[in-house]
T-cell receptor, first 114, second 112 residues
């Protein structure tokens, strides 16, 4: 079974621009979560989608948004980029039918904001 | 506020030794505690997980010890090998949500 696929692997953007990251979950997984990983903060939860609906949301500003499509694929958008948004963005999928389903992570998208 | 506190930040262990990483939490609603292993350039991978109805879970060389009253749990890696060199994250979640709270990670180096 193919794992979680994230594209692109690397992105370089300028302050003020916006960016869209993509995630294809493991086949059959209906839950997709997004995490921001930075050296000082570790992994911080952004949001989770299940069956095209946002089910949980972390404490990030409204510039961070996401969506999920009917095939469970998900996108994350960050508008008006700031230098502090530079991070590794990880997508994780899980079966999601019940809570506490193990997360399966992709290899992430490394975003650099200059 | 960090909901799951992890220590140490880094750890160096001799091959064959025992690696111990500790985590503590405050929210008594947490009821699922996984550990993840992350190699450079890769996403975290689930290593082992425990629920609070048991005090210990062992899978191969990896053991989770759980102390519900102290709100602490730890990962023990027995017979540590150079291939275990990675960053380890503890995490916790509530049954009523699929949101995981992660510790800040421990960089483990196992020297031959």
């Amino acid at each position: 079974k193919a794992g979680v696929t994230q594209t692109p692997r690397y992105l370089i953007k300028t302050r003020g621009q916006q960016v869209t990251l993509s995630c294809s979950p493991i086949s059959g997984h209906r839950s997709v979560s997004w995490y921001q990983q930075t050296p000082g903060q570790g992994l911080q939860f952004l949001f989770e989608y299940f069956s095209e609906t946002q089910r949980n949301k972390g404490n990030f500003p409204g510039r961070f948004s996401g969506r999920q499509f009917s095939n469970s694929r998900s996108e994350m958008n960050v508008s008006t980029l700031e230098l502090g948004d530079s991070a590794l963005y990880l997508c994780a999928s899980s079966l999601g039918e019940r809570y506490n389903s193990p997360l399966h992570f992709g290899n992430g998208t490394r975003l650099t904001v200059t | 506020q960090q909901q799951v506190k992890q220590s140490p930040q880094s750890l160096i262990v001799q091959k064959g030794g025992i690696s111990i990483i500790n985590c503590a939490y405050e929210n008594t609603a947490f009821d699922y505690f996984p550990w993840y292993q992350q190699f450079p350039g890769k996403g975290p991978a689930l290593l082992i997980a425990i629920r609070p109805d048991v005090s210990e879970k062992k899978e191969g060389r990896f053991t989770i010890s759980f102390n519900k009253s102290a709100k602490q749990f730890s990962l023990h890696i027995m017979d540590s090998q150079p291939g275990d060199s990675a960053t380890y994250f503890c995490a916790a979640s509530r049954y009523t949500g699929n949101q995981f709270y992660f510790g800040t990670g421990t960089s483990l180096t196992v020297i031959p």
